[in-house]
């Protein structure tokens, strides 16, 4: 039982590429989430998934778009990225609310 | 804004039970408060969740204030293992408890 599954684990980009973090998970859950964590700091949501078929906007959702592609899965892209965007991605899924999450072990994504 | 205010840092002896507190006092009728915990970078982990009543499992206990606006989560015989940051949520209103912030949490360490 994989749990929640991110590729890749690491990436370095320069600043205007682009580029998609993958999560899916197998646990049949209905939601998904995409969180930022900079450096000492909480975690702060990006975007999540009620279920599937339906996307909605965090508290720093600006440069990100999302995809649910499927039950299992949620992306997140970053169409032009910025050194403000480095950071470590985590994504998580649940039940549904107010279930707990289960997290990912984590993007750790480096703008140059 | 976080709905939550924990102390930055506590400490506490190996064995002995581990009492961090949390203040939401702006807390909701319906809404759940969470915990989780996150070692070094890795994924936050769920412990434990509740609405009004106290709550055990295997990991911890979750103490509620009869007003709820505060709770207590209980390590009852610490470990070495436990030290982490400890995250105490709730979701923001009238998101369907989907959107949550963490803050910057509590940081635990256990002394041998």
């Known amino acids: 039982n994989a749990g929640v599954t991110q590729t890749p684990k690491f990436q370095v980009l320069k600043t205007g590429q682009s580029m998609t973090l993958q999560c899916a998970q197998d646990m049949n859950h209905n939601s998904m989430y995409w969180y930022r964590q900079d450096p000492g700091m909480g975690l702060r949501l990006i975007y999540y998934s009620a279920s599937e078929g339906t996307t909605d906007k965090g508290e720093v959702p600006n440069g990100y778009n999302v995809s649910r592609l499927n039950k299992r899965e949620f992306s997140l892209r970053l169409e032009s990225a910025a050194p403000s965007q480095t950071s470590v991605y985590f994504c998580?899924?649940?039940?549904?609310?107010?279930?707990?999450?289960?997290f990912g072990s984590g993007t750790r994504l480096t703008v140059v | 804004d976080a709905k939550t205010t924990q102390p930055p840092s506590m400490d506490c002896a190996e064995g002995r039970a581990a009492n961090l507190p949390c203040n939401h006092s702006t807390i909701s009728g319906n809404e759940y408060v969470y915990w989780y915990r996150q070692i070094h970078s890795q994924g936050p982990q769920y412990i434990i969740h509740g609405l009004k009543n106290n709550e055990t499992n295997e990991m911890a206990s979750l103490i509620i204030t009869e007003d709820r606006k505060s709770s207590t989560l209980i390590l009852p015989h610490a470990t070495l293992r436990d030290t982490a940051v400890y995250y105490c949520?709730?979701?923001?209103?009238?998101?369907?408890?989907?959107?949550?912030?963490f803050g910057a949490g509590t940081r635990l360490f256990v002394k041998a």
């Open positions: 998580a899924s649940s039940l549904t609310a107010p279930y707990g999450y289960t």
């Open positions: 949520i709730v979701p923001l209103e009238n998101t369907g408890g989907f959107k949550t912030i």
